[in-house]
């Protein structure tokens, strides 16, 4: 009987020293990543909180906090892979970012949860990066059903970004409003699309504002219509709003996206000037 107690007790300490082992790694391996984010190391960083969200129990109270590191870190990789155009490495940090977002909602605040209609946002921008329209449209129709159903933080609640790209010295921003087109085309002036156009720092980052393109809803009765929707520049000025139609650029209420891409490229690319003109001086 002594002898089973002994055995037991042995286990028991073994068990005790393996736990305190295993706990001691996972704080070493915290603090090791911990440091790295400290050094600026974001992808080796995120690698190690990476490791440690599938190793700690979600009973752990460092579960929490390698859950906000891991998604942190990733979010932080998502973005700079975006900036940098390569979309394939952001696409892929950007549903990893979703999911762990989708998964954790519960366990932090509304904040937290705030998180994830920007990453979707993120996601359409991925998809139009690497011309998946198709799957673009599919992660739109979420922001869409949630805007629907007023359902979207503050920031996103009206547009959402949904398109990046370089394009020599220049960056190139498409911005999408919620808002439909409304039936009566005479009522107001209604714009559903605006590319904004930026000269960039030596870094790539945005320096100033050069002109945007709106896609301005046509003052046409619809019955009559061949198209919903005309491509108009618009410049500000020291003196006023300088703005000009293109009457061969017209798009359906159905937007045909990889066309308004092109068309936006082919403009800014051979410098081609509106076909009207027209200032609106500043008051």
Do not use: C
């Not at 440091?35 to 990476?50: F, G, H, V, W």
């Not at 440690?52 to 891991?70: E, F, G, H, R």
């Not at 919620?178 to 904004?196: D, G, H, M």
């Not at 870094?203 to 198209?227: C, N, T, W």
């Amino acid at each position: 009987m002594k002898t089973k107690i002994y055995f037991l007790i042995a286990i028991s300490i073994l068990s005790t020293n393996l736990l305190f082992s295993q706990t001691n790694t996972i704080n070493e391996i915290y603090a090791d990543a911990s440091n790295l984010l400290k050094e600026n190391k974001i992808e080796k960083a995120y690698e190690l909180y990476k490791k440690l969200y599938s190793k700690v129990d979600s009973q752990d109270t460092l579960k929490n906090y390698i859950t906000w590191y891991y998604i942190g870190t990733a979010s932080e990789l998502e973005s700079q892979s975006r900036m940098n155009e390569n979309f394939e490495k952001s696409l892929t940090y950007g549903l990893e970012s979703l999911k762990l977002i989708q998964d954790n909602k519960s366990n932090f605040n509304e904040s937290f949860a705030e998180r994830e209609p920007w990453m979707i946002k993120n996601i359409i921008v991925s998809y139009f990066g690497l011309n998946n329209f198709d799957k673009a449209k599919e992660y739109k129709s979420i922001l869409y059903k949630r805007y629907n159903e007023n359902n979207l933080p503050k920031g996103i609640d009206n547009y959402f970004n949904f398109d990046f790209f370089r394009l020599g010295d220049k960056n190139i921003w498409g911005y999408e409003w919620f808002a439909e087109l409304p039936e009566n085309r005479f009522s107001s002036s209604f714009t559903k699309v605006i590319y904004y156009v930026y000269s960039t720092n030596p870094d790539g980052s945005d320096k100033e504002q050069l002109y945007r393109f709106h896609v301005l809803m046509f003052h046409q009765d619809p019955k009559d219509a061949k198209f919903d929707y005309i491509l108009e520049r618009q410049i500000e000025t020291d003196k006023g709003m300088v703005s000009g139609s293109y009457y061969q650029y017209t798009y359906k209420e159905d937007i045909d996206y990889k066309k308004l891409r092109n068309d936006i490229i082919e403009i800014v690319t051979k410098e081609i000037e509106p076909d009207t003109r027209r200032t609106i001086s500043k008051q």
